[in-house]
């Protein structure tokens, strides 16, 4: 079993800087592409930004610039850094991971972190 525990949100003001974290645990071969996603109730999870084992990274247009997504393969832990934040901004934020969970099985499985509150006052 995989387990992802985010962390790091928050309530900042417009123009501030936040930065989250996520853990990943458990029993697995490797993690390939890490991602952080944002979701607000009753709509679609958005994608953030991506990074692969090799740390080639993908950011939404709307992030660009301002977000930066890392990722410490030893740890196994992909971290945002969000600086510039934006009132709509405002968010839960989930971590994703594609894990391949043994050696001999390439199928990957994708896991989700709980969420994390990120608020920005305007």
């Known amino acids: 079993q995989v387990q992802l525990v985010g962390s790091g949100g928050g309530f900042v003001r417009a123009g501030g800087s936040l930065r989250l974290a996520c853990a990943a645990s458990?029993?697995?071969?490797?993690?390939?592409?890490m991602g952080w996603y944002r979701q607000t109730p009753g709509q679609q999870r958005e994608l953030i930004a991506t990074?692969?084992?090799?740390?080639?990274?993908n950011y939404a247009d709307s992030v660009k610039g301002r977000f930066t997504i890392s990722r410490d393969n030893a740890k196994n832990t992909v971290y945002l850094q969000m600086n510039s934040l934006k009132f709509e901004d405002t968010d839960v934020y989930y971590c994703?991971?594609?894990?391949?969970?043994?050696?001999?099985?390439?199928?990957?499985?994708?896991?989700w972190g709980q969420g994390t509150q990120v608020t920005v006052s305007s």
């Open positions: 994703g991971a594609n894990v391949r969970t043994d050696v001999t099985d390439q199928a990957l499985r994708r896991y």
């Open positions: 458990g029993s697995f071969f490797n993690i390939q592409l």
């Open positions: 990074i692969t084992s090799d740390h080639h990274t």
